[in-house]
């Protein structure tokens, strides 16, 4: 396929990462909305953007602009793409995905059957046989976007959602998504080369994307299925070249990567998660209380994402919790930057720490932040700070 406009979708307040990771990739950005970033290229461009991206979800390649405003138009249009030479023949299944927000209907799951059963008589029309089709994504997704008349019909080269990496066989309660955690990471002011320390680690999923990036593996190499795999003429070696390169890219880590956690589920499930994604080597692991985890001496990043009362636990209980926090900080981290990912900003006044920056994310649909502490020495503290603002 032709070069055409790729759109790498994201979450609102991430794409300011996606940005900088396809300028690191050579890429151009064309265009930015709040929650993707449009560049252009091949498929084997979009490949090398499943095997690299951190923070995106989705890595959407365009086959058809056009202007709909019945159901009826949309299956006109669809039917006009040569999808026989795009669906694998053999075993081919296809799903539609999509996002609409139109007056034109009110059933996405009816437009997105208009769009797949135009899909599949095209196919039947030209070759006499006709694909599965069905909800799953592990095969050739398509991509719908339908807002008022304009639509966009993509092919999802990704399928599944990057965020799913595949590591994460043992999640924890509320487990933060991969690409919010790799985005997190970045987000901080961590050399990748000194200590990152996690506290409260949960299932691991921060300290696992910090051991990703502190080696610069490529997130995609632990993943054996993408949406591109399953398009006619899939360049097979091309894709095995790419890895080969992302492999020799590794470099080794010669810092400290520390999570600890009290609950014996969470280390568990740490270690197993560390373990199926190639770094649990790298990653000490310890069950004890967050105050009691280890701080290597000079400095670094400690980075917490404790509960904030939105999904797990009370928050009248977690004053204490936070209060606590900024006693450790304060105490044990001197030298640091301290981190806390929470989205409860009237907790977080407990922490009794002045903040150096609050950066703005999204946890689903909960407005977070990642507040910034530099930990002084005890002469450079502010321990009349009431509020973390």
């Known amino acids: 396929m032709n070069k055409s406009s790729i759109l790498i979708t994201c979450p609102k307040r991430m794409t300011v990462y996606v940005k900088q990771e396809l300028t690191d990739l050579g890429y151009p950005i064309i265009e930015e909305s709040q929650a993707g970033v449009f560049t252009e290229g091949s498929i084997a461009d979009t490949m090398r953007m499943n095997l690299y991206m951190r923070t995106s979800s989705r890595v959407l390649y365009l086959l058809k602009e056009c202007n709909v405003s019945t159901p009826e138009d949309l299956y006109y249009h669809t039917s006009k793409i040569p999808w026989e030479s795009i669906v694998p023949l053999k075993n081919g299944y296809v799903s539609v995905i999509s996002a609409i927000d139109t007056p034109s209907i009110d059933n996405t799951q009816y437009a997105n059957v208009k769009c797949k059963d135009a899909i599949v008589d095209r196919i039947r029309s030209k070759t006499g ?4 089709s069905g909800s799953e994504t592990d095969y050739t997704v398509v991509f719908l976007y339908w807002k008022d008349t304009d639509c966009y019909i993509y092919l999802d080269t990704s399928g599944t959602p990057l965020s799913r990496r595949g590591y994460r066989m043992m999640p924890h309660a509320a487990p933060m998504r991969e690409t919010l955690a790799a985005a997190t990471v970045l987000a901080t002011r961590w050399d990748k080369k000194s200590a990152f320390v996690n506290p409260m680690c949960g299932s691991g999923t921060l300290i696992i994307e910090a051991a990703l990036i502190g080696t610069n593996r490529a997130p995609g190499l632990l993943r054996n299925n993408f949406g591109f795999m399953h398009i006619q003429n899939y360049d097979i070696q091309l894709w095995q070249s790419m890895k080969e390169t992302a492999q020799k890219e590794i470099i080794p880590f010669n810092g400290r990567l520390i999570a600890s956690d009290r609950d014996a589920k969470a280390v568990q499930a740490t270690r197993e998660n560390a373990k199926k994604a190639g770094v649990g080597n790298l990653i000490s692991v310890s069950r004890c209380d967050f105050k009691e985890t280890e701080i290597p001496y000079d400095n670094g990043v400690i980075m917490l994402n404790p509960e904030y009362g939105e999904r797990l636990g009370n928050s009248e209980n977690l004053q204490s919790v936070y209060r606590e926090i900024g006693n450790f900080f304060k105490q044990r981290c001197s030298g640091y930057y301290g981190y806390i990912f929470t989205g409860n900003l009237d907790l977080a006044k407990n922490i009794g720490l002045k903040t150096k920056r609050r950066i703005e994310f999204y946890n689903a649909d909960i407005d ?22």
């Open 129 to 132: 046989n006709r694909p599965d």
């Open 368 to 389: 977070c932040r990642l507040l910034e502490f530099e930990l002084y020495d005890g002469k450079k503290t502010y321990p009349n700070a009431d509020t973390a603002n």
